[in-house]
């Protein structure tokens, strides 16, 4: 997705601009290190995405 906001040629989706890249990985919960995650660190990865999703279900309950 770097290459893509950094191009502008799209190859996955529509985002061309890095504050709508940034918006949508948070409205996913995906942590920002995405661009360098690999099979190594998958376990860390996973765990991040746990915690972000986690405060964003608690955010909403919270909202009800």
Do not use: C, H, W
Request: charged share 30%; no cysteine.
């Amino acid at each position: 997705m770097s290459n893509q906001v950094s191009t502008g040629v799209l190859r996955i989706g529509e985002i061309t601009d890095q504050a709508d890249l940034e918006v949508n990985l948070k409205e996913s919960a995906i942590p920002d290190f995405i661009d360098e995650v690999t099979g190594a660190n998958y376990p860390e990865f996973l765990e991040a995405r746990r915690k972000l999703m986690a405060d964003m279900i608690r955010e909403y309950y919270k909202s009800l």
